[in-house]
């Protein structure tokens, strides 16, 4: 049995995130940001720069927190269909956390993290 995932839907991390990051297309714009939380949570530095836009994607991640505990707020369209969504959530981490709306966009038929509308940190 594997570990718990750290997106806190799913109790097994191979059910879970585990299969979209080793190469299952997350289905909707929801489960790819949950899957790029327990990416940050796990440091699959790969996973994260794979599933980011390539309009917005850095060269690297360069901030590393514990991440503990992920709450998805709101979700707008990014769904099976869709060909962009919003997803806003709270992120938290050992010294904080972070509420942030995101937008997602397919590219080549796969989600992908196109970056922050809005965020607050606290």
């Known amino acids: 049995m594997s570990d718990a995932c750290p997106c806190g839907l799913g109790p ?6 585990g299969r979209y990051h080793q190469g299952t297309p997350a289905p909707t714009a929801e489960a790819l940001m949950r899957s790029r939380f327990s990416a940050f949570a796990r440091k699959d530095e790969a996973y994260l720069l794979r599933t980011w836009h390539p309009s917005t994607r850095p060269a690297g991640v360069d901030r590393w927190q514990a991440w503990v505990k992920l709450e998805v707020l709101t979700t707008a369209a990014g769904g099976l ?3 962009e ?6 992120a938290t981490h050992e010294s904080g956390s972070l509420q942030e709306l995101s937008r997602f966009a397919r590219d080549d038929g796969r989600w992908t993290y ?3 509308v809005s965020f607050t940190r606290s």
Do not use: K, R
């Open 81 to 83: 269909l869709d060909q």
């Open 12 to 17: 097994d991390y191979d059910a879970c995130c």
């Open 114 to 116: 196109v970056g922050p």
């Open 85 to 90: 969504g919003l997803v806003e959530f709270v």
